[in-house]
Structures are given as structure tokens and as C-alpha cells.
């Protein structure tokens, strides 16, 4: 295979991913928006773990009153509205039905973080409804969910639709995919990936992570943060996927549970670009075993996502590192969102519904390909999801 080059469309594509992102961190001064000025109203739709985590960087940023909060469970919705009183000295009303809180006309945007099988249903209400949206991965668990929540989104071109894939606004990711457009890594061989816990099984709130109907399997639920990451650089989607994979890891547990507790992937790119990936619920309680990665290399160089060590082959090149430590990217995520509804002018989310839809595909892909245990293309995907 000849080496891969970072031609003048993927530079062009790289650096313009980059730079849009780079705009996100200071959407709002850039605007001249005072959010105090500006309030945002709000309904928090979801919040169990993740719903929470966002709920509680909401609280953070001003010009934010929270006036609902939305959760079939009742002690969630009863923590949501704690969190909030101690915070601001008001306790939001409490809805179970997500329709009560998108019913409302004082309400102006809505945080959604549900299971993955409601997305589709209540990110189309929320459209439907004239309130900005802020969802939460994946855009759907169909491709054809996914093309119809963006022909919902089209006729709504007045509302910010951002998707929480909150990687595209962490800095450290932004100048790491600008500089593999600019060329700094050389030509591109390989990206390895990986993302192993001792947590198994993670089943979530009444099971929906272990049931692949609701969640989509990890492939889409969680992994799709990865899938984002490597098409965000490349600018492009694998073609192909050949995988392998155990489930029933947990059954002594969970006889019900049907995700797929470890597995592994390669793809493959039209260019001949590859990228390997391992996620597991089964490693042992050890830094050895356990723990997130993502490295790309080039014949030049290196660059490692996760700490942000930019290091050459060359070695009178100096190691960099860029942007390193913590970052707190929902926050800046949630910043994006905000910013867009204040505006006046239209400003572009950190990622498109467009690549949303992509990384859904390539979790798709992926799953399939570990299913079937072969290889997969890409053309196989579209035929056989559009449909559902």
C-alpha cells in the first residue's frame, strides 16, 4: 500500500473543521453578546448521569435561569430540582413527560439527555416545539432517523441544533486536527484507539445501556465519540470495517443484557488510511489494563488526543505538548450552544447534523462488522439502515 498523503481536500477540510471549532470557545464576546443581558431559558430534559453532569455546567454559566427539569424517574427529577435551588435559590418546576416541558412558551432551549431509542422522538418534538436544541449523541440510532431530524432541522433554520459530541470543542482536539491538516504528522499511516473499564457492566438506569434496542450497543451509544473524532480529521468515512467481539460477558448478572461487552475494529480508508480500535467492560482493576487512548501517526511524527504530546521522528524536533491536562469540553460545548441562540446571525455548531449522522454510520459499521465477523463496506450500511 503507498503511503497516504495529506492531499490539498483533506488539508482544506482539516483546517477549516479547525478553525470553525477554534471560534467556539468566544462565540459570545466575539458577538458582543452579554449573556446576563441575554438570558437563556431553559428546560433540562434528562437528568440522570449524564443529564446531571451538563445540568450542573449549566449552573456554571450565566445568563442560564433553569425553569424545568424532565424525568420519568422521580428521585432524579427530585435531585435535578435540588441541585438547582442550592445553586440559584429557585426550584424549577418537575415534569415526567418531556411534551409539559416543550408545551411551555417561556421556555427558549432545551438540554436533552434521554436513552438513545427516545432521541429521534423527543429531538423532532423539540423542533416541532420552536425550541433550540442541545442533544446528546447519537443524533439517532438510524441513519433514516438520523436524515429525518435533519430535514426537521432544515425547515427550522431560525434554531440551533448542536449535538453533544463535546470533544469538538475541547481545545487540545481542535489544534490536534489542525495540525494533522497542516501537514505537521506528514503523511498519515495509522490511528489506534482504545477504551477499556473495570465498570462492567454499565447497564444504566432500568437497563437501557445493556439492552442493544435502546442503546444502539457501544458501537453507537458511547464509541461514537471516537467515530467523530477520526472522520473529523479525515474528513471522510472508513469504506470498511472487519471486527470480532464476545457478548454475554455478564450473564451470571444480567441474563437480558444483549450489548457487546469486548470487541475490537479496523477500519479502512479509500486512501488506505487505518484505524484500530479495542473497547472493553471487562478489564481488571489495574492502570495497565484500564483507560482511554487515541494516537494517530504519520510518517513524521505523532500526535496522542488524550494527553496531547506531539512528538517527531525526527528527533532534533522538540517534543511538544499542546493544551494539556483536563479540559472542560461540555462546559465549552454547552458555551457553543448558548452563544448560537443569543446571536443574532446564524453560527455554525462545532460539527454538523451532517457529520452527526456520519458518526452514527460508522457505528453502524461497525457493529455490523463485528456481528458477522468479516468484512464489511460502507455501500452495505446505507442499504440496509436507510430503511429502518
Same mark, same amino acid.
Given at each position: 500500500m503507498p503511503p497516504i498523503t495529506v492531499n490539498r481536500r483533506r488539508f482544506l477540510g482539516c483546517s477549516a473543521a479547525a478553525s470553525l471549532a477554534l471560534s467556539q470557545g468566544n462565540l459570545a464576546e466575539a458577538a458582543g453578546i452579554d449573556? $446576563?443581558? *441575554?438570558?437563556?431559558?431553559?428546560?433540562?430534559?434528562?437528568? +440522570?448521569?449524564?443529564?446531571? @453532569?451538563?445540568?450542573?455546567?449549566?449552573?456554571e454559566l450565566p445568563g442560564t435561569p433553569i425553569v424545568a427539569v424532565?424525568?420519568?424517574?422521580?428521585?432524579?427529577?427530585? *435531585? =435535578?430540582?435540588?441541585?438547582? $435551588?442550592?445553586?440559584?435559590?429557585? *426550584?424549577?418546576? %418537575?415534569?415526567?413527560?418531556? *411534551?409539559?416541558?416543550?408545551? !411551555?412558551?417561556?421556555?427558549?432551549?432545551?438540554?436533552?439527555?434521554?436513552?438513545?431509542? %427516545?432521541? $429521534?422522538?423527543?429531538?423532532?418534538?423539540?423542533?416541532?416545539?420552536?425550541?433550540?436544541?442541545?442533544?446528546?449523541?447519537?443524533?439517532?440510532?438510524?441513519?433514516?432517523?438520523?436524515?429525518?431530524?435533519? @430535514?426537521?432541522?432544515?425547515?427550522?433554520?431560525?434554531?440551533a441544533v448542536h449535538v453533544g459530541f463535546q470533544?469538538?470543542?475541547?481545545?487540545?482536539?481542535?489544534?490536534?486536527? $489542525?495540525?494533522? +491538516? !497542516?501537514?505537521?504528522? =506528514? %503523511?498519515?499511516?495509522?490511528?489506534? @484507539?482504545?477504551?477499556?473499564?473495570?465498570?462492567?457492566?454499565?447497564?444504566?438506569?432500568?437497563g437501557w445501556l445493556g439492552r442493544r434496542d435502546r442503546s444502539g450497543d457501544w458501537m453507537v451509544e458511547h464509541a461514537v465519540h471516537v467515530w467523530d473524532i477520526l472522520q473529523w480529521f479525515t474528513r471522510e468515512s472508513p469504506v470498511r470495517a472487519s471486527g470480532w467481539g464476545r457478548r454475554g460477558l455478564f450473564a451470571k448478572t444480567d441474563p437480558l443484557r444483549d450489548v457487546t461487552d469486548h470487541y475490537g475494529v479496523e477500519l479502512e480508508w479509500a486512501d488506505g488510511f487505518h484505524a484500530s480500535f479495542v473497547q472493553s467492560w471487562v478489564a481488571p482493576a489495574d492502570d495497565g489494563f484500564t483507560g482511554s487512548s487515541l494516537r494517530v501517526m504519520g510518517e513524521e511524527g505523532g500526535f496522542d488526543f488524550v494527553s496531547g504530546a506531539l512528538t517527531f521522528r525526527d528527533r532534533a524536533r522538540s517534543r511538544q505538548t499542546i493544551q494539556p491536562g483536563p479540559q472542560a469540553d461540555s462546559r465549552m460545548a454547552l458555551e457553543a450552544f448558548l452563544a448560537s441562540v443569543r446571536s443574532d446571525s446564524t453560527i455554525a455548531p462545532p460539527l454538523s447534523l451532517a457529520d452527526a449522522r456520519a458518526a452514527t454510520e460508522i457505528g453502524l459499521l461497525v457493529r455490523k462488522a463485528v456481528d458477522l465477523q468479516r468484512v464489511v463496506g460502507l455501500d452495505e450500511i446505507e442499504g440496509w439502515n436507510q430503511r429502518a
Open positions: 449573556a $446576563e443581558a *441575554r438570558p437563556v431559558r431553559l428546560g433540562v430534559i434528562g437528568v +440522570g448521569n449524564r443529564g446531571t @453532569a451538563l445540568l450542573r455546567a449549566l449552573l424532565c424525568d420519568p424517574e422521580p428521585k432524579h427529577r427530585q *435531585r =435535578g430540582q435540588g441541585i438547582i $435551588e442550592k445553586a440559584r435559590g429557585q *426550584r424549577p418546576d %418537575a415534569y415526567d413527560d418531556p *411534551r409539559r416541558v416543550l408545551d !411551555r412558551t417561556d421556555i427558549d432551549a432545551v438540554i436533552v439527555a434521554i436513552p438513545c431509542d %427516545a432521541h $429521534e422522538a423527543v429531538y423532532r418534538d423539540a423542533i416541532m416545539a420552536s425550541k433550540h436544541l442541545y442533544a446528546e449523541k447519537p443524533l439517532a440510532l438510524t441513519l433514516a432517523g438520523c436524515d429525518r431530524l435533519i @430535514a426537521a432541522a432544515d425547515k427550522a433554520p431560525n434554531l470533544r469538538r470543542s475541547n481545545p487540545r482536539f481542535q489544534d490536534g486536527v $489542525e495540525l494533522i +491538516g !497542516r501537514g505537521e504528522l =506528514g %503523511a498519515l499511516i495509522e490511528a489506534r @484507539a482504545t477504551w477499556t473499564s473495570s465498570n462492567g457492566p454499565m447497564n444504566g438506569h432500568g
